[in-house]
């Protein structure tokens, strides 16, 4: 945040006027106070919001990959201020003891 010059820490409509002043097209959060405020404000900037727990940089990079036409798409939608991206998990096995083993199905 310190190249920004925003404050540390910046609230939620500190970033996205900041991101708005400075012509980003895109916001890629996991919080969803920025679905509200583009409710409110209106875009740009756009949300990307992705629907996952906390991963790597290396399977956000992969899932943002993955998604990529969507993503363009999305960019050039004069509708749309908000894409989710979800992460589907499916059970792979189950052990006597019900604890489950998850596998990223992205």
């Known amino acids: 945040m310190e190249r920004t010059g925003l404050p540390i820490p ?18 890629l959060t996991r919080d969803e106070d920025f679905i509200q405020i583009v409710e409110q404000k209106g875009f740009p900037p756009k949300i990307i919001m992705l629907r996952i727990a906390n991963r790597s940089s290396d399977i956000v990079a992969a899932l943002l990959e ?8 999305f960019t050039q939608d004069e509708e749309q201020g908000i894409l989710e991206i979800f992460v589907a998990f499916r059970m792979s096995a189950w052990s006597k003891d019900t604890s489950a083993a998850l596998n990223m199905a992205f």
Do not use: G, M, P
């Open 10 to 27: 910046a609230s939620d409509i500190e970033i996205f006027n900041w991101a708005k002043t400075n012509d980003f097209i895109l916001l």
């Open 66 to 73: 993955k998604h990529q036409v969507a993503i363009l798409e």
